[in-house]
């Protein structure tokens, strides 16, 4: 359903293919939450849990899944390699 409107709308702006689209771009924005049971306190200090690994972690797996790329290829270079590969070992497994 969300396909078609959005190629009616290209049919509609591009005159049904009689102005032709030279240059174009699409963009895409990936929103992501993340919920906790508590608190961010509450988190952080009864159950143990720190926020912000969360969130990198949740953006490797996105980042890794939109790329095709693994997680070190990712990061290849960045100086947080180390720490997140002790932090996240399965996000960085060898592919064989």
Known sequence: EETKKAF???????????LSIDCAELHVVVALSHCFDNDVMGTIIQDNINPIEKVERSSLIVGSTIHDEPSQILLNGNTHVARLGST????????E
Do not use: C, Q, T
Not at 8 to 18: C, I, K, M, T, V
């Open 88 to 95: 996240f070992p399965a996000l960085f497994i060898e592919e």
């Open 8 to 18: 009616d709308l290209l049919d509609a702006l591009s005159r049904s293919g009689s």
